[in-house]
């Protein structure tokens, strides 16, 4: 039954009705291809824009640039969704579970990202915060064809990670439709697991599957369909507020600095050296620094400052 395989939905009515109508037989994989075709994208409208290749540099940067301008604002109006679906990210994580990101192609790239910078960048284990794509780490330098068709490899991945019901999954979709990231989202429902999405069209079947769906209405992309666009910065903008925002919750930050970072570059240690000389109060450059690095970060050089 296609009921069984979708979300209650207004978008399941709508493929049913499709279905119905036209006495078409499908299975399950074909039903999700469907889906773009019985849903209005906005990000699969025309560009504003006609016969690009005619345009010279300055006028194709130009509106490039006029087109990003948009996206900011349309992630202000989602700010509310953003908040609410951080707000379950880190009562998860304050309790002891994990981050999951999950989804195909720029938008699964854009996941990895996020996630990958996290341990630097606050000092967390590295299995804190993970992404998952569709196809495998290979479809992060190279697109695996149909990859994000597949509706069962997504909750496969996801078990391959150990998933359970105390950790949180985010699925990653610009057009809301992929069915690599719909299935997935659909089994960590069944299992209790709570979960959230970013996708950049309004009413898709994968907000109907997310606990705490985020809407970022970006619009026509410049190039026609190219949501590594404006829906990719959309995307990222808002990955930079979950993850800077729940790592701030789990106190991974204090005042404005990253006093947890790894220090794993010559940049970084004396950025930290830096850090702990005005927080400090030190005025030997090499005493901090060999401070820091005995003490391996600049919260616990920081203990031992005080302690003296």
């Known amino acids: 039954m ?15 009705n499709f279905i119905g109508h036209n ?31 005619k345009m010279s540099v300055k006028e194709i940067i130009t509106h490039i640039n006029e087109e990003d301008k948009t996206v900011p604002l349309a992630v202000e109006k989602a700010l509310p969704q953003i908040e609410n679906l951080i707000e379950a ?38 299995d804190l915060v993970q992404g998952l794509i569709a196809g495998g780490n290979n479809a992060i ?29 985010v699925g990653i979709a610009a057009s809301g439709t992929t069915p690599y990231v719909i299935s997935a989202l659909q089994h960590c429902r069944k299992h209790n697991i709570e979960t959230g999405c970013i996708t950049c069209n309004k009413n898709t079947p994968l907000a109907e599957c997310a606990d705490y769906p985020v809407e970022v209405i970006t619009g026509a992309e410049f190039v026609t369909g190219s949501t590594r666009m404006k829906a990719g910065t959309a995307q990222k903008l808002v990955l930079n507020m979950i993850s800077t925002t729940v790592m701030i919750q789990l106190g991974r930050i204090e005042d404005n600095s990253m006093v947890n970072m790894q220090l794993n570059n010559e ?42």
């Open 267 to 308: 940049k970084l240690i004396d950025r930290g050296v830096k850090m702990l000389m005005q927080q400090g109060n030190l005025s030997n450059y090499e005493m901090a620094k060999e401070l820091l690095l005995q003490k391996g970060s600049v919260k616990k050089a920081m203990a031992s400052v005080q302690k003296t």
């Open 2 to 16: 296609l009921s069984d395989f979708y979300c209650e939905s207004k978008s399941n009515t709508i493929v049913n």
């Open 141 to 169: 330098v190279r697109a695996a064809e149909f990859a994000e068709d597949d509706t069962q490899k997504g909750w496969n991945d996801l078990q391959d990670r150990n998933i359970s019901e105390k950790d949180f999954v």
């Open 89 to 126: 990210i880190a009562d998860k994580m304050l309790a002891g579970g994990k981050l999951f990101y999950i989804g195909a192609g720029t938008s699964g790239r854009l996941g990895i990202l996020d996630a990958s910078e996290c341990p630097p960048t606050y000092g967390v284990p590295y």
């Open 23 to 53: 006495h078409i037989l499908i299975d399950h994989e074909a039903a999700f291809k469907l889906l773009p075709l019985c849903i209005m994208l906005t990000t699969e409208q025309p560009s504003h824009y006609r016969h690009l290749e």
